[in-house]
């Protein structure tokens, strides 16, 4: 704007912007365009037609001061139409003809001409008008006197149209509402009359249902009886015929009765011989036990024919590797009816460099002749060495406690007469496994007479003097401070080992499990006579328990396979090391528990009142194992080689005194 403008001008300017814009035709709503507004949701409604009005007279400056007109226009006929047609879909038509109705009873609206914005008003008389000077001050002020008179007239003209439009409004938004209240009360009665008509439809399927099912169970109904007639013929024929053959019937039964009494006859004199049959067979049952027990009597006897303290003496055979011994060194010497017989004598010959005669010469070697009850050469196989105790070990099913242990120096074959060679080798299998074969056989074939066996295995070990259970498993392996030696009850002579295992056994696989687990935890270790030594004494228990239910008897025995460490003495048995003083204590419990071994035998047999049996976890383990009415058999492992001559010396003493020992009879345990 320029800043040199007249007041006069600004002023003008000022009355111009003042003045009323020419405004776009109305565009308020009629009867039937927007029924359902409230007078202040029309108000709204002309809010943004001011406003866009304002924004085109804004752009539109007016030249002239000459009072304008802005002529109305009438509201269209076509929107009218419009508005009927959208509350007729709205309000169904019974309110469109309501709201066509009302139409037709408004009032016409005077039609008011509308001047487009930025259009010059027309000249008048044909004339253009003149321009006011800009001084005229006076008549611009009657021009807009002029225009503001014609507005406020324009005012109440839209204001009583308003208020005609208004009340026309509330009449129809009344009639709205009647006719929704009506219109929800013709639904709802038309609900209910579609739902009579469903349920009538639904009972109408289920008469038609329950008439078809009719119509089936009549044709089923009408089978029925056709096949009845049709089998009640059949049945007519089949009763001719088995009329004839009743009469059939009773002629052989008239026969069969002749045949019956002939028959009975012959059955009584049948049951007259089942009867003598029956007590033939118990009367053999009878002599079969006795023979049974007269049997099991004549083999305790045989067995202490041979002795209740038996000694066998066994020289394993040179291993690869090893030297030769010399001629002459073990001599196997024949029995009085030659060399059919089984060996029973032992020479080993010993020379001593240290001694010499007068002129010098050597001392010929020492010869030291052994007797035992039988001897088996390096060469004897595991079968033949099993057949000679078998009768032993089937003692244990009689009743009788047996006790076989082997004994000697390190790297004797203690381990290997005893549970046998590595690879699982039939031919190698020690006494453990063929001893439990044994049983279970024999056990088989008494269950015929009505005997039944039953087995429980336990493996545990002795080392230091700690007892240690050899099947332990998990967190408990190799664990042996909790295992000890306890009375199994109150007042009785049978003894358990606290926390061990005690495995029920009834075939060869769950005993190689069990020889397999004890030979994984078993103590060894390495020494000066053998690179693999048992630094403790391995004991195989089987409980075994037998019962003839028909006759009330039961015995039981415990069967007891013993493994004993080492023999030797200490000086040879030292390995220089870390651990000699661990080897050296496992030599001095070793040795203390054998000579306690030896000293409870000899009491035995000198039928001393005490017995040193709790002097050894051993001899105390093997406390029922050992007494007079057990039998026990002895072991004596050598070694052939020159080098153990002094061991193998001493073993064969140990088994000499033990064989002269004399334990008294043997006693069945049976109830």
């Known amino acids: 704007m320029d800043p040199q403008r007249s007041p006069l001008l600004e002023l003008k300017g000022n009355i111009e912007l003042k003045r009323p814009l020419i405004k776009a035709p109305s565009r308020l709503p009629l009867s039937g365009s927007r029924l359902k507004r409230r007078p202040d949701q029309m108000e709204d409604g002309l809010e943004p037609e001011k406003k866009r009005t304002r924004v085109l007279g804004a752009t539109t400056k007016i030249a002239t001061s000459r009072p304008r007109v802005p002529p109305l226009t009438a509201v269209p006929q076509t929107q009218g139409q419009t508005t009927a047609q959208k509350v007729s879909k709205k309000t169904g038509p019974r309110c469109s003809t309501t709201v066509a109705t009302v139409l037709k009873n408004q009032k ?6 509308v001047q487009k914005p930025g259009t010059v008003p027309p000249m008048v008389g044909g004339k253009k008008p003149s321009k006011r000077p800009a001084w005229d001050l006076k008549g611009q002020l009657c021009d807009v006197n002029a225009e503001l008179k014609r507005c406020r007239e324009r005012t109440q003209t839209l204001d009583q149209e308003n208020q005609q439009l208004q009340d026309q409004l509330r009449d129809a938004q009344e009639q709205t509402k009647a006719l929704g209240t009506e219109r929800r009360t013709l639904e709802g009665q038309l609900a209910t009359v579609q739902a009579h008509a469903e349920q009538g439809q639904q009972e109408l399927k289920k008469l038609r249902a329950h008439i078809v099912e009719l119509e089936e169970r009549l044709s089923t109904q009408e089978g029925l009886v056709q096949e009845l007639q049709k089998k009640q013929v059949e049945l007519q024929e089949e009763r001719r015929g088995l009329t004839s053959q009743l009469e059939e019937k009773e002629r052989r039964l008239r026969t069969s009765e002749a045949a019956l009494s002939s ?92 001694r010499g005669t007068l002129s010098g010469a050597p001392v010929p070697p020492t010869r030291h002749d052994f007797s035992f009850d039988r001897v088996f050469p390096p060469g004897s196989r595991q079968d033949e060495v099993f057949e000679e105790i078998a009768m032993l070990v089937q003692s244990a099913l009689d009743g009788y406690p047996v006790c076989i242990f082997a004994y000697g120096q390190t790297g004797s074959g203690k381990t290997f007469t005893m549970e046998g060679g590595p690879g699982g080798d039939p031919q190698l299998e020690g006494l453990i496994p063929r001893a439990l074969r044994h049983l279970f056989s024999v056990a088989q074939e008494l269950s015929g007479q009505g005997w039944t066996y039953s087995f429980v295995a336990s493996y545990v070990e002795i080392y230091n003097e700690t007892v240690r259970d050899l099947l332990a498993t998990g967190t408990r392996k190799g664990q042996g401070g909790d295992c000890e030696i306890r009375h199994a009850r109150p007042g009785s002579e049978e003894l358990t080992v606290t926390n061990a295992r005690y495995v029920p056994v009834s075939c060869e ?147 000499s005194k033990v064989n002269q020992c004399v334990i008294g009879t043997a006693q069945a345990n049976r109830k």
Request: charged letters at 20%.
């Open 263 to 354: 028959s009975q006859a012959e059955v009584a004199s049948l049951r007259q011989e089942t009867a003598a049959q029956a007590a033939l067979l118990t009367e053999r049952e009878e002599r079969l036990h006795g023979l049974e027990m007269e049997r099991r009597r004549l083999h305790n006897q045989l067995q202490e024919l041979k002795g209740n303290i038996r000694v066998f003496c066994r020289v394993r055979p040179v291993l690869p590797g090893e030297p030769t011994p010399p001629p002459g060194l073990l001599l196997f010497p024949s029995g009085p009816s030659g060399p059919s017989d089984p060996p029973t004598r032992l020479s080993l010959s010993r020379s001593d460099e240290r």
């Open 509 to 655: 696989k769950e005993v190689e499990a069990l020889l397999h687990l004890a030979r994984q935890n078993r103590a060894v270790a390495r020494t000066a006579q053998n690179e693999r030594s048992s630094r403790s004494h391995s004991v195989f228990q089987l409980q075994i328990s037998g019962e003839h239910s028909s006759r009330g008897l039961q015995c039981g025995a415990p069967l007891s396979l013993v493994d004993l460490a080492g023999s030797e003495r200490l000086d040879p048995g030292l390995a220089f090391g870390p651990g000699e003083r661990e080897r050296l204590r496992e030599t001095q419990a070793i040795n203390s528990s054998l000579s306690t071994l030896g000293l409870v035998i000899m009491a035995l047999s000198n039928k001393e009142s005490h017995v040193p049996y709790r002097n050894s976890k051993l001899t105390y383990l093997l406390q029922n194992s050992l007494g007079g009415s057990a039998k026990m058999l002895m072991f004596v492992n050598i070694s052939p080689l020159e080098e153990n001559v002094s061991e193998s010396l001493n073993s064969l003493r140990f088994a």
């Open 108 to 113: 016409p609206v005077p039609a008011v001409p």
